[in-house]
């Protein structure tokens, strides 16, 4: 099965910008999508963006549009996410995902449509 390890979580000032990695390893071929979410303090694990590792179709919640980008490596082996204009609400544990089965679309940022996860990243954005 697949092993995720994210990395390249900190402590930024709001308006900042970090950049995570997430490291696959394993039957990588077979994943059809990657996704970041997180999980601030005291609430539920939420979507932020998902990639389709095969046309790099990527989707954003609505709260990190135009400020994360998602992409992955040509060997579909790390998933960055770029993230720019950090604002204290941004502060969670991040955790990446992969599927190799199909995912509908209004379902990508769903975190039950995916099987394997890494075990996070802390981003704490300070104001």
């Known amino acids: 099965q697949v092993q995720l390890v994210e990395s390249g979580g900190g402590s930024v000032q709001a308006g900042g910008t970090l950049r995570l990695s997430c490291a696959a390893s394993?039957?990588?071929?077979?994943?059809?999508?990657f996704a970041w979410f997180r999980q601030p303090p005291g609430k539920e694990r939420e979507g932020v963006a998902s990639?389709?590792?095969?046309?790099?179709?990527?989707y954003y919640a609505d709260s990190v549009q135009g400020r994360f980008t998602i992409s992955q490596a040509s060997t579909r082996d790390t998933l960055y996410l770029e993230m720019s204009s950090l604002k204290p609400e941004d502060t969670a544990m991040y955790y990446c995902?992969?599927?190799?089965?199909?995912?509908?679309?209004?379902?990508?940022?769903?975190?039950?449509?995916?099987?394997?996860w890494g075990k996070g990243t802390q981003v704490t954005v300070s104001s």
């Open positions: 995902a992969a599927e190799p089965r199909w995912i509908d679309p209004h379902e990508r940022l769903t975190p039950s449509a995916y099987n394997y």
């Open positions: 394993g039957p990588t071929a077979s994943t059809i999508y």
């Open positions: 990639i389709y590792t095969i046309g790099n179709d990527a």
